[in-house]
């Protein structure tokens, strides 16, 4: 930790001691498939959305006017969303992959940043963009007695300032960030950030000198005071995400930006269906609090309920169950006690009604299952999914949100599960909304009346 720190100083040292803004959302690059067949890729977005599920399942425990603005938000091939920021004076234009399922803005840093394992499709870890401190004339390293460092450290003790003194050149400690298939280290650092139409003066955000398995920064939408939403005052943010079909082509959509008004508002969005936003009731983890939990009363494949016991369906008490909306996530993860009824009723209701053969050697390999062989078909029916929330509110999936083809002849169901010990009710959400299935739907997060919205949208021209 030593070598580390003085690292990031020694990387650092050249720094200076209610409105709506549109972005463009976009769909971002997973771990990359060692071979380019489609099996090969399922298998990886299957074992990432696994991989995040575990992280989300066990956090780190420590580390008055109204007006609207809009960016692109495009998919990537790697199973993610990504806009487009500008940091610094003079603004300094990155990527970042929009996550609701963490808080923290951080970007590769310094001509010293490093990435390992980031050899991805279409990227050179040696050109990856960064952030140049020394060319920005606002960047200030975040100091230890800064409010924003307990942000990050609550317990931070700053032992090397005087009790009592008014300067102090402590810094804010090194953070280090685990995600689902990677991590990153850097420190915190005070810039502009620069939105279409709006500059926001004094944003902190996280100056990244070493990654792993992460190639671009990642924009956190979460709940904690550090995310982009908190630091703005946002009261609301929604995003209707394109198809992954469209992944690492121009296709995009906007992700809106929406300011609190003076005196509140309890407008809805004309067509859309709400839940509320619960909170983890436990006070064993902090990072559970940033999580947007939703409730899921129950689940139906074709009409019928999915016997998945009460228990992973509410969070209780010590925080286990329960479910959260992650932008992060591709596939959404079920722990077994959900998956495992969810399975049994498609394959029941296919071999029933549709004679449908399981492709077993497909499951094998693109690390998904169901998966069912349509050939010969020339209309595919398979049972339809719907998630019923509290409140009353209904998602029904399009079928493409929820089976995809991993070949002209078989179809897989897009939801993935873990085999391990994630297998019980174990800590933390116990279902993750994963962004394949928000595809085409317009999704709204109201931050100031509590609530979660979504509606049927065509996000993109699919002719």
């Known amino acids: ?142 100091g230890c007695r800064n409010p924003s460092c307990k942000w990050i450290f609550p317990d931070v003790q700053c032992r090397e300032c005087a009790p009592n003194a008014t300067n102090c050149n402590e810094l804010c400690p090194p953070y280090i960030i685990q995600y689902g298939s990677g991590s990153t280290t850097g ?84 067509g859309a269906e709400y839940t509320p936003f619960r909170r983890n009731p436990s006070t064993g983890n902090p990072a559970f609090g940033d999580y947007y939990y939703i409730t899921i009363r129950k689940i139906t494949v074709g009409g019928v309920n999915v016997k998945a016991p009460y228990e992973f369906l509410a969070a209780d008490a010590s925080g286990k169950g329960g479910t959260i909306v992650d932008s992060g996530t591709t596939f959404t993860y079920m722990d077994k006690g959900v998956f495992e009824p969810l399975e049994e009723e498609f394959v029941r209701q296919v071999q029933v009604g549709r004679n449908y053969s399981r492709a077993v050697e497909v499951e094998k390999r693109a690390g998904l299952r169901p998966c069912f062989n349509v050939s010969g078909e020339e209309t595919i029916t398979l049972p339809e999914l719907t998630f019923h929330f509290k409140g009353g509110a209904e998602m029904v999936l399009p079928l493409a949100d929820y089976f995809s083809f991993s070949e002209e002849s078989v179809v897989c169901m897009t939801i993935v599960t873990s085999d391990g010990p994630l297998g019980g009710v174990g800590p933390g959400p116990s279902i993750i909304l994963g962004n394949y299935q928000q595809q085409n739907f317009y999704v709204e997060y109201d931050l100031e009346n509590e609530r979660f919205g979504f509606k049927r949208q065509l996000c993109a021209d699919e002719g």
């Open 187 to 270: 420190l915190l650092l005070s810039d502009s950030l620069t939105l279409p139409g709006r500059t926001v003066e004094n944003f902190i955000a996280g100056c990244s000198v070493f990654s792993t398995r992460q190639p671009e920064g990642i924009s956190g939408f979460g709940r904690g005071p550090q995310s982009l939403p908190s630091q703005l005052g946002l009261s609301r943010f929604s995003y209707c995400l394109v198809s992954h079909r469209f992944d690492d082509s121009p296709a995009s959509s906007d992700l809106v930006l929406t300011a609190a008004t003076a005196g509140g508002g309890g407008s809805k969005t004309v």
């Open 1 to 142: 930790m030593t070598f580390l720190f003085l690292l990031l100083i020694f990387s650092l040292l050249t720094l200076s001691s209610a409105h709506s803004t549109t972005l463009s959302l976009s769909p971002t690059a997973l771990p990359p498939p060692l071979q380019t067949d489609l099996w090969q890729k399922l298998r990886h977005l299957s074992a990432a959305s696994s991989a995040r599920a575990h992280n989300l399942k066990h956090p780190q425990s420590s580390p008055t006017t109204t007006a609207a603005a809009s960016a692109p938000l495009f998919p990537r091939g790697y199973g993610g969303y990504s806009i487009s920021l500008g940091f610094g004076t003079s603004p300094q234009n990155l990527s970042f992959l929009m996550d609701t399922g963490s808080s923290l803005l951080w970007f590769p840093c310094t001509q010293r940043y490093s990435c390992s394992s980031c050899n991805f499709p279409g990227t050179d870890p040696d050109t990856i963009p960064v952030f140049i401190p020394r060319s920005s004339s606002t960047s200030r390293i975040v």
